[in-house]
């Protein structure tokens, strides 16, 4: 049972409130919040609460009283971590470089790359600028990246490709030209790296998944560590399954692909592997 959380002056939570919104959490995207994070979910939440103009945690549950409220996605939204950063842990990006120059070499026609949990956007940005700079585009080759994540929010910010300074400060050298910075101090994305993305809301531990592939590499970093330990192994067997033979996955630092069963292969890099 979680704990009721209270805080003087704000919209009150009983535990049941909060135990209703890791449900909800868990039924609609997989994300596992135990007790210990009741702080986490009132915290998140109240600023909502209040917003509305609701007396307590009780009369937002009424508010979302219909599943196929809007207002579900602004609770999912608040309750998942959106964090990224352009060329996050750079030894998967070296990895990919690396793939990227194989698949050249042997003439590679079409070449597609999969943000599995693209966030605001920097992750796929990044994986485009490495397309870019292979020369992809002067080649003719159809290379795209496709960016999924589960928050139709984070998803327009990704599309709008503005970030603030602090994003693009230990961006590599090759990267920066992509970048303008505009009058209020915000970088904008332009040229091919824009254009080789395209975002697509999806949930992983959904039942459809609509892409097509198959996928010369995919990154789902840092997102299955919020999954059941079940969750997680269907997932990652699903995204073994759009990987084309040869094509490489890549996990967040604390994420492993486990079952023995699956044809994978662990690469030297960290959280990496080949599909066999």
């Known amino acids: 049972m979680m704990a009721n959380v209270r805080d003087p002056g704000a919209p009150p939570a009983e535990a049941a409130d909060l135990a209703f919104f890791a449900g909800a959490m868990r039924a609609r995207a997989g994300v596992v919040l135990p007790e210990t994070k009741a702080a986490l979910i009132y915290r998140r939440l109240v600023p909502r609460v209040r917003a509305l103009g609701l007396p307590d945690f009780a009369a937002y549950r009424v508010r979302l009283s219909d599943p196929d409220d809007p207002e579900w996605d602004v609770v999912v939204a608040a309750l998942t971590t959106n964090h990224s950063r352009f060329f996050r842990e750079i030894h998967h990006f070296r990895l990919l470089e690396g793939h990227l120059g194989t698949l ?33 585009v002067e080649a003719g080759i159809d290379a795209r990246v496709l960016a999924t994540d589960i928050d139709p929010a984070i998803l327009a910010a990704a599309e709008a490709a503005v970030y603030p300074a602090e994003d693009v400060g230990h961006l590599p050298r090759f990267a920066r030209e992509f970048l303008k910075q505009g009058a209020d101090g915000k970088w904008r994305l332009s040229g091919s790296p824009r254009e080789l993305v395209r975002f697509k809301r999806h949930n992983l531990v959904g039942e459809e998944w609509p892409m097509k592939g198959p996928f010369d590499a995919i990154f789902c970093r840092n997102m299955l560590i919020y999954l059941s330990t079940a969750d997680q192994a269907k997932v990652i067997a699903k995204l073994v399954s759009y990987l084309r033979p040869g094509g490489i996955l890549c996990l967040g630092h604390s994420e492993t692909a486990r079952d023995p069963a699956l044809p994978l292969a662990r690469l030297d890099v960290p959280s990496a592997y080949v599909r066999l």
Request: charged share 20%; with cysteine.
């Open 104 to 136: 050249l070499a042997k003439r590679a026609e079409r070449v597609r790359f999969w943000s599995a949990a693209c966030a605001a956007g920097q992750e796929p940005y990044s994986m485009a600028m490495l397309l870019a700079r292979a020369g992809t």
